[in-house]
């Protein structure tokens, strides 16, 4: 063998060496990415699943019309001021006779939300006549009472480092020996506004916050962003400095953090323009500008895959220029189009920076009916819950967290669908 093939051979070994190692810590991000991803996962599911179901503790409640401090002819103004919270707290004194010092008394009344009262209130309201009958109703249990019956380990910890007294577990040992307590699906999660109070707390309005702000975005971003898109690919001069200049910052427009047109945002719209502060318009008006970019670079990307065969066709048959861009190479591009605008969107839902710069991190508890009416955004509603002391905020967190997962998701996988059912072979 001569010299000249062992120099080749051994050259081919040690190139097919890297090839190996190349491969290997390929191999390995990608292990060591799916490991994190899994590990996050985990932790979010874990945390956030044990939000989507409540504690409830059914007390034999007694309107009496002595204690609600209300006649037989009461109007609805009597009705909605009467003593429900009296009601409640007997109807737990009843069960618990033995309960005598003002501590413990306030402890009892603790074990269900504070929402109670008005439970009561929403029953009579809504059919006077249970006024002087006995009622079994289901009470939401209060937020520590909650997280402590779902974690039962907290029990085997020392009285100071629990939220509940050692009287309270036996409170609701005996409660949960009556088949008083019971657990359910917490419709609340999902068909409430945001609370001071854990158990009470839901992401219905930053749901109608975030749809509101999404349609204001799509509405302008979509049209405006095609519309651009088409004139610079179709119809601008070619080699001018304007149309040049404009390109280079579309693309650079993509890169800026989005706290920069937060910033624009409350700059231009609300101060100068006057858009109502918190609005879904305002959220509306800054995530467009945010997502123009995205949508103007992928409908330029579509546009530019279609064959020129197609345009010179459409033209060699007498088709004027529009009608070649219209009739033909924007219905061809459209689901490169719709997959960008989708994923620009995907893009904005999940924005919380420019949103906590227009002012919708304000404490929102009203569901939003419009466009104008002050909303938080799901986003924004996460990053308030996960300031929050509490803990059972912890678990609504990571559940709101799984909600918009969930809806991104969903977008993406549109976006897949949309491409698939359009896309033509040529």
């Known amino acids: 063998m ?26 390995m991000s990608i292990v060591i990415s799916i490991l994190f991803l899994a590990i996050l996962m985990v932790n979010i599911f874990s945390k956030g699943l044990p939000a989507f179901s409540s504690t409830y503790i059914k007390l034999d409640v007694k309107l009496d019309a002595e204690t609600l401090g209300v006649t037989a002819d009461a109007t609805p103004q009597t009705l909605r001021n009467a003593n429900y919270s009296k009601v409640v707290q007997d109807s737990l004194q009843t069960l618990f006779p033995d309960v005598t010092e003002r ?16 439970r009561l209130q929403e029953m009579v309201m809504a059919e006077p006549s249970l006024i002087g009958s006995q009622q079994a109703v289901k009470f939401l249990a209060d937020d520590d009472i909650d997280v402590f019956y779902k974690n039962d ?16 577990i036996a409170w609701l040992d005996k409660l949960q020996a009556d088949g008083r307590i019971s657990t359910g699906f917490n419709t609340t999660f999902f068909t409430s506004g945001d609370s001071r109070e854990p158990e009470q707390a839901g992401i ?30 179709e119809f601008a001069p070619k080699n001018n400095f304007w149309v040049d200049l404009i390109e280079v ?3 650079n427009l993509a890169a800026v953090p989005s706290i920069v047109f937060g910033l624009l945002g409350l700059a231009i719209f609300i101060q100068f323009f006057g858009v109502p502060r918190s609005a879904p318009l305002a959220g509306g008006l800054v995530l467009t500008l945010m997502t123009l970019p995205t949508i ?36 061809l591009a459209m ?30 508890i009203d569901v939003p009916g419009g466009i104008t009416d002050p909303a938080a955004a799901l986003p924004v509603q996460i990053y308030l819950w996960a300031d929050s002391p509490e803990r059972a905020f912890t678990e609504r967190t990571s559940a709101a967290i799984i909600v918009l997962l969930a809806f991104l998701i969903l977008m993406n996988l549109l976006a897949v669908l949309l491409r698939k059912k359009f896309e033509r072979r040529w």
Request: hydrophobic share 50%; no cysteine.
């Open 103 to 118: 501590q413990q008394k306030r402890a009892l009344k603790a074990l269900v939300s504070s929402n109670a009262p008005f």
């Open 2 to 27: 001569s010299k000249t093939t062992e120099i080749v051979k051994a050259g081919l070994a040690k190139r097919y060496a890297r090839e190996k190692r190349f491969r290997f810590y390929g191999m």
């Open 249 to 251: 910052n579309i693309n």
């Open 204 to 233: 219905l309005s930053a749901l109608m916050g975030s749809f509101y702000t999404m349609l204001v975005t799509l509405f302008l971003s979509f049209p405006i962003g095609v519309a651009a898109a088409i004139y610079l690919e």
């Open 335 to 364: 689901p490169g189009i719709l997959t960008g605008t989708i994923i620009g969107m995907a893009q904005a839902l999940g924005e919380t920076a420019p949103l906590l710069m227009i002012g919708m991190v304000a404490f929102i």
């Open 296 to 331: 103007i670079i992928a409908t330029r990307a579509a546009l530019k895959a279609v064959p020129p065969s197609i345009r010179e066709g459409a033209l060699g048959l007498g088709a004027s220029r529009t009608q070649t861009v219209f009739q033909n190479v924007v219905p």
């Open 153 to 168: 380990a907290g029990r085997n910890l020392p009285e100071a480092d629990r939220r509940i007294k050692d009287y309270q």
